[in-house]
């Protein structure tokens, strides 16, 4: 059984996971703004993954007979300098959910609540998957350039292709 203090760090997180879905999806409204729609379609994506991540920590909170508490979001930022700008703000709001995932692990190893403990493996793993990707995406920026507008143009079309090759995964 959680205790009360591990019920209320679980729904601290589902308030996280709930707010990077809210921000990708604003990123996501920016870049179809800018024509950018493979990016747009990309972090649409993105946002109903994120949106399935609350969703598991919400099953999980109501299993241990928790109260699942939606608490006030924050709006998200809606002004982005360019695409690449997007993605490292991304990648450092990933490391912040990383490091709040791994202080969770540490906690529920500490109380000897072993089945949270075994919960939030899925979750290790799919933080160092989520860096591991943005990591990728980024190096290809810093391949092609800024300023380059014809890279831009690819990237944008590789990371619309994406959504295409995951939904036929
Ligand atoms: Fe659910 Fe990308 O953290």
């Given at each position: 059984m959680a205790s009360k203090a591990m019920i209320k760090k679980l729904n601290g997180q589902l308030n996280k996971e709930f707010y990077s879905s809210n921000l990708y999806l604003q990123m996501s409204a920016w870049c179809d703004t800018k024509g950018l729609e493979g990016s747009a379609a990309f972090l649409k994506t993105h946002a109903d993954e994120e949106m399935q991540h609350m969703q598991k920590f919400f099953t999980y909170i109501t299993e241990l007979s928790g109260l699942?508490?939606?608490?006030q979001i924050e709006a998200p930022p809606v002004e982005y300098k360019s695409l690449k700008d997007v993605m490292e703000k991304i990648l450092k709001h990933e490391k912040f959910v990383t490091k709040s995932i791994h202080e969770l692990t540490e906690a529920a190893w500490e109380e000897k609540?072993?089945?949270t403990y075994n919960f939030l493996q899925w979750f290790v793993s799919e933080q160092h998957e989520e860096?591991?990707?943005?990591?990728s995406i980024l190096d290809k920026?810093?391949?092609?350039g800024s300023d380059n507008k014809q890279g831009l143009f690819f990237l944008d079309?590789?990371?619309?292709?994406m959504v295409t090759t995951s939904a036929a995964e």
């Amino acid at each position: 059984m959680a205790s009360k203090a591990m019920i209320k760090k679980l729904n601290g997180q589902l308030n996280k996971e709930f707010y990077s879905s809210n921000l990708y999806l604003q990123m996501s409204a920016w870049c179809d703004t800018k024509g950018l729609e493979g990016s747009a379609a990309f972090l649409k994506t993105h946002a109903d993954e994120e949106m399935q991540h609350m969703q598991k920590f919400f099953t999980y909170i109501t299993e241990l007979s928790g109260l699942a508490l939606i608490g006030q979001i924050e709006a998200p930022p809606v002004e982005y300098k360019s695409l690449k700008d997007v993605m490292e703000k991304i990648l450092k709001h990933e490391k912040f959910v990383t490091k709040s995932i791994h202080e969770l692990t540490e906690a529920a190893w500490e109380e000897k609540d072993h089945a949270t403990y075994n919960f939030l493996q899925w979750f290790v793993s799919e933080q160092h998957e989520e860096e591991s990707l943005f990591n990728s995406i980024l190096d290809k920026f810093n391949l092609v350039g800024s300023d380059n507008k014809q890279g831009l143009f690819f990237l944008d079309r590789e990371l619309g292709q994406m959504v295409t090759t995951s939904a036929a995964e």
